[in-house]
RNA sequence: GCCGGUGUAGCUCAGUUGGUAAGAGCAUGCGGCUCAUAUCCGCAGAGUCGGGGGUUCGAAUCCCUCCACCGGCACCA
């Protein structure tokens, strides 16, 4: 039997769920779906990724060993996946005993194969984060998260010798133009493995500093760094949690679903280790885009981040399902927001949809008591769209575009819509004679919505299965339908069953009362204002130009020495827009409090205001002469 | 800065290898029907297909250039 095999990442288990991780894990579920109708054997893999340093931390602050911290975090994303209709075959902790051992199998082999060699590391570490910075990362030769010192440390490390895979990763990405998707995204990896060489992979992290993790096999000093572990699942997965049957493997994956944030992750580091494994690459690694929410970027601070329960509860779950994939390409950025979910939700949904299977319920119920008429000939056209639209989903989720396949279902919907209309049934109902006319309309009708839940059924389970019960069918979808999905399986002498309204329509006023919105209205007069104390924290000071200078290496990079009442140095991008020698001497406006930085190795004590674009930029400069030092408010 | 991409009706976007493709959905206006969740169906708008130049018998579709925006990397306050 043809297997299918479909993962999305494993989600960190501190996180809270948003409707990022709804996006792929829905869109992994609705290719399991699919599959499964199609009569495939399916295998849907979600998990948690649940070692390192911040679970560590997060349970040390509650009083918890990191695995029954895990234990209760994961919990968060079980539930979720329950209300939104997830039909995961299986769930993987990387805590898990049995992924354990399958890693610390192929650190082992590696470590035996050579591609896992010990080395001596150098970097800059901050103890009270634990972690290690690259030189370049450094700020002001300080932590560039908390900002305190660094010291400077040498220890010995394993590596994971990546860079020797780099040109067979490049040969295997162009022969594969599927390999990466969507298209943008490959050219993105492709431009990054050829623009530069590959660096070897630090695979390690001593005990001393990180004990939650897997330990390396051949050296219980160290334990193995969180995304070298987190990769595995995908295999050690097939290992012990994929139904084991015969010798066949389910490895390779047919489709790895990430978000484009770990697109690197997956293309370089995933591949190059399998490839250091002789094991196949996945089939496809596919980078979906990010949504934002009213036009912005979501964040904790904004207070903007979509919670998945509160959309489930107030719009259902089958219409946010729909929107996420009808409203947007799979691949491109979307912007959710409360009206665009309503718009689809009205139009697409009640409307169309709907009230399509309304209204022909309604006229099944009064031609003919609710029984499904017997037909005496078959409406060609509709057979031939109805049949043919699995084939162009088939097709379009090869691909992943979702929206594509919906499109096509709701060309059904319309062509129905149409076919009532021009038929006019119910001026048929008025002349008893017609009859077997109008049984032909109605069962024709009945049978394109049978079709329709079908086809629906991968997006909107829940719906689906309504509509196919009101049919008496509701076990159908047990079977693989879509296999061979023929005109004629609605039985004639059936009797239909009643519905309420599949998706009643939102009048404005119930959307208010759906509680916290997420209307423009109240989030600018919220959020796009500061407190006047809080202008009072940036520190201007009028500045004069003593010297300039461009910096090595740098086309727009300027060194300023800048009078503010005490001399700093300043670095500037606008060596694009000025010459060195026309600055010296000028007065500017400098934010004297900025947290230093340091750009191309040069460290900036403040920062100019300037106004304009990279080509176009025009200092800000008092209108008269004031002395230099003096505060700006 | 380098690399990649985008710029098409009010909005969101489709537009294979250049030639009846200037289109769809939503929104708007008008008309029709009444089975239906005030739903459905039909018709309409005229957008210099970002600007300019070029190739061609012919370009939204190829080439050059400019502008704007987005993404990746890099030196991103």
């Known amino acids: 039997?043809?297997?299918?095999?479909?993962?999305?990442?494993?989600?960190?288990?501190?996180?809270?769920?948003?409707?990022?991780?709804?996006?792929?894990?829905?869109?992994?579920?609705?290719?399991?779906?699919?599959?499964?109708?199609?009569?495939?054997?399916?295998?849907?893999?979600?998990?948690?990724?649940?070692?390192?340093?911040?679970?560590?931390?997060?349970?040390?602050?509650?009083?918890?060993?990191?695995?029954?911290?895990?234990?209760?975090?994961?919990?968060?994303?079980?539930?979720?996946?329950?209300?939104?209709?997830?039909?995961?075959?299986?769930?993987?902790?990387?805590?898990?005993?049995?992924?354990?051992?399958?890693?610390?199998?192929?650190?082992?082999?590696?470590?035996e194969k050579g591609e896992i060699v010990k080395r001596p590391y150098k970097g800059w570490y901050c103890t009270p984060d634990e972690r290690f910075w690259t030189e370049k990362e450094l700020v002001d030769g300080r932590c560039p998260d908390c900002?305190?010192?660094?010291?400077?440390?040498?220890?010995?490390?394993?590596?994971?010798?990546?860079?020797?895979?780099?040109?067979?990763?490049?040969r295997h990405i162009e022969k594969n133009p599927q390999y990466i998707l969507p298209e943008t995204r490959r050219n993105e990896v492709m431009g990054f493995l050829k623009s530069r060489p590959l660096g070897d992979l630090c695979i390690s992290r001593p005990k001393k500093r990180l004990t939650w993790g897997i330990t390396l096999p051949f050296d219980d000093e160290y334990v193995t760094y969180v995304w070298f572990d987190a990769l595995l699942n995908y295999y050690?997965?097939?290992?012990?949690?994929?139904?084991?049957?015969?010798?066949v493997s389910w490895w390779p994956a047919d489709h790895h679903i990430v978000g484009k944030d770990i697109l690197t992750?997956?293309?370089?580091?995933?591949?190059?280790?399998?490839?250091?494994?002789?094991?196949?690459?996945?089939?496809?690694?596919?980078?979906?885009?990010?949504?934002?929410?009213?036009?912005?970027?979501?964040?904790?601070?904004?207070?903007?981040?979509?919670?998945?329960?509160?959309?489930?509860?107030?719009?259902?779950?089958?219409?946010?399902?729909?929107?996420?994939?009808?409203?947007?390409?799979?691949?491109?950025?979307?912007?959710?927001?409360?009206?665009?979910?309503?718009?689809?939700?009205?139009?697409?949904?009640?409307?169309?949809?709907?009230?399509?299977?309304?209204?022909?319920?309604?006229?099944?119920?009064?031609?003919?008591?609710?029984?499904?008429?017997?037909?005496?000939?078959?409406?060609?056209?509709?057979?031939?769209l109805a049949e043919s639209i699995v084939d162009r989903m088939k097709r379009h989720l090869e691909t992943l575009s979702f929206q594509k396949a919906l499109d096509e279902i709701w060309m059904l919907v319309s062509t129905l819509n149409k076919y009532i209309d021009t038929k006019q049934?119910?001026?048929?109902?008025?002349?008893?004679?017609?009859?077997?006319?109008?049984?032909n309309i109605i069962y024709t009708i009945l049978e394109g919505i049978r079709f329709l839940s079908i086809y629906i059924y991968p997006f909107m389970p829940e719906s689906a299965l309504k509509i196919l019960s009101a049919l008496g069918m509701e076990d159908s979808i047990k079977?693989?339908?879509?296999?061979?999905?023929?005109?004629?399986?609605?039985?004639?002498?059936?009797?239909?069953?009643?519905?309420?309204?599949?998706?009643?329509?939102?009048?404005?006023?119930?959307?208010?009362e759906k509680g916290k919105s997420t209307d423009e209205e109240e989030i600018v007069s919220e959020d796009n204002y500061i407190r006047i104390d809080e202008f009072a924290k940036v520190d201007l000071r009028i500045g004069k130009v003593l010297e300039a200078e461009r910096i090595q290496g740098s086309n727009?990079?300027?060194?300023?020495?800048?009078?503010?009442?005490?001399?700093?140095?300043?670095?500037?991008?606008?060596?694009?827009?000025?010459?060195?020698?026309?600055?010296?001497?000028?007065?500017?406006?400098?934010?004297?409090?900025?947290?230093?930085?340091?750009?191309?190795?040069?460290?900036?004590?403040?920062?100019l205001l300037a106004a304009g674009t990279d080509n176009e930029i025009a200092i800000i400069s008092p209108e008269k002469d004031v002395p230099a030092g003096v505060r700006v408010k």
């Open 1 to 111: 039997m043809e297997r299918f095999y479909v993962t999305t990442p494993i989600y960190y288990v501190n996180d809270t769920p948003h409707i990022g991780h709804v996006y792929t894990t829905v869109a992994a579920d609705i290719l399991a779906r699919f599959n499964r109708l199609l009569g495939r054997r399916v295998f849907f893999l979600t998990g948690t990724d649940e070692h390192g340093q911040k679970v560590q931390k997060a349970a040390q602050e509650r009083g918890l060993s990191p695995k029954e911290h895990a234990d209760i975090m994961v919990q968060n994303f079980k539930t979720l996946w329950k209300r939104m209709n997830i039909s995961n075959d299986a769930f993987i902790r990387t805590t898990d005993k049995e992924h354990i051992e399958v890693v610390q199998k192929i650190l082992q082999r590696l470590y």
């Open 479 to 512: 079977k693989p339908v879509l296999k061979e999905a023929k005109w004629g399986g609605l039985r004639p002498g059936t009797k239909l069953k009643k519905m309420g309204a599949l998706f009643p329509r939102i009048t404005k006023e119930q959307k208010k």
């Open 556 to 607: 727009k990079l300027l060194r300023l020495i800048v009078d503010i009442g005490e001399k700093r140095q300043v670095v500037a991008g606008i060596g694009k827009a000025y010459s060195p020698e026309e600055l010296v001497g000028k007065l500017v406006v400098v934010v004297s409090n900025l947290k230093p930085a340091k750009l191309m190795g040069v460290e900036s004590q403040g920062m």
């Open 147 to 170: 900002g305190r010192a660094v010291e400077e440390i040498e220890e010995d490390n394993y590596f994971f010798l990546m860079s020797k895979y780099q040109d067979a990763l490049i």
């Open 265 to 384: 992750t997956h293309a370089v580091y995933w591949s190059t280790m399998l490839m250091a494994l002789d094991m196949p690459l996945p089939k496809n690694i596919f980078a979906h885009g990010w949504w934002t929410v009213d036009g912005r970027k979501m964040s904790k601070s904004l207070g903007n981040v979509v919670d998945p329960f509160e959309v489930v509860e107030n719009y259902g779950v089958d219409s946010f399902r729909y929107f996420l994939f009808r409203e947007v390409t799979f691949g491109l950025d979307g912007d959710f927001s409360i009206n665009a979910l309503v718009n689809r939700i009205n139009s697409d949904l009640a409307n169309d949809l709907g009230n399509l299977v309304s209204r022909c319920l309604a006229m099944a119920r009064k031609y003919f008591d609710s029984v499904v008429p017997e037909p005496t000939l078959t409406e060609e056209e509709i057979k031939s």
């Open 236 to 247: 050690s997965a097939t290992r012990y949690l994929a139904p084991q049957d015969g010798e």
């Open 425 to 439: 049934p119910w001026s048929l109902a008025k002349s008893p004679e017609d009859s077997s006319e109008l049984k």
